[in-house]
């Protein structure tokens, strides 16, 4: 089955700098990449996804880049801000099924 | 539109009784998953379901179980509980479960057992 390994656990950056979490998946047959926030005690909510036939997505501070062949796609974050502190998790849809990665807990530095 | 609602929000069982745990999917969403999230990790999938049937599940003992209702409303039941249950059980909908969908995630119900 699908396995995904999440990279950094943590990840702490200076106020201003950029962040990147990588993500590695094992079924090529993944074909949809979601990212998801989760703020101390809330839910998970999304904050960008790429399909496997695209190679990167951009929204506005947020960007996401997928390799297919290397089977890895990473979450950038430019210009963090103390609100990006979070746990962020990356996830592989196989048919009707999310893998998840287990976390990145991001803290912003001021 | 309203969002995924979860009830009850907070809950304490004693071990050895069971619960079930209720997810209202936003209109019109027929996919309704269900997730366990404990402490500092990650989300472990429980199960899927869409029309009423269960389309994936996860690697848990079949003291977990769920349903799905007509109007795409889902149940999860927990028997026999354990103290190793106690955990935020989240239930996500999308309207179809196929990849591309997004996934919309409700508050959860924090259960606590003792």
């Known amino acids: 089955g699908e396995n995904v390994e999440q990279h950094p656990s943590t990840l702490s950056v200076q106020e201003g700098d950029s962040a990147v979490i990588k993500c590695t998946y094992s079924?090529?047959?993944?074909?949809?990449f979601p990212w998801y926030k989760q703020e101390l005690g809330k839910r998970p909510q999304l904050i960008i996804d790429i399909r496997s036939n695209v190679g990167e997505k951009k929204d506005q501070r947020i960007a996401v880049t997928l390799n297919k062949t290397a089977k890895h796609f990473s979450l950038h974050i430019t210009e963090t801000q103390p609100e990006d502190s979070a746990v962020y998790f990356c996830a592989a849809q196989l048919n009707y099924q999310l893998i998840w990665g287990a976390g990145t807990k991001l803290i912003i530095k001021p | 539109k309203a969002g995924v609602t979860q009830t009850p929000r907070y809950l304490i069982k004693t071990r050895g009784q069971q619960v079930t745990l209720s997810c209202s999917p936003i209109?019109?969403?027929?996919?309704v998953s269900w997730y366990q999230q404990t402490p500092g990790q990650g989300l472990q999938f429980l199960f899927e379901y869409f029309s009423e049937t269960q389309r994936n599940k996860g690697n848990f003992p079949g003291r977990f179980s769920g349903r799905q209702f007509s109007n795409s409303r889902s149940e999860m039941n927990v028997s026999t509980l354990e103290l190793g249950d106690s955990a935020l059980y989240l239930c996500?909908?999308?309207?179809?479960?196929?990849?591309?969908?997004?996934?919309?995630f409700g508050e959860g119900s924090w259960l606590t057992v003792v």
């Open positions: 209109s019109g969403h027929r996919s």
């Open positions: 996500a909908s999308s309207l179809t479960g196929q990849p591309g969908d997004t996934i919309y």
């Open positions: 079924d090529s047959a993944s074909n949809y």
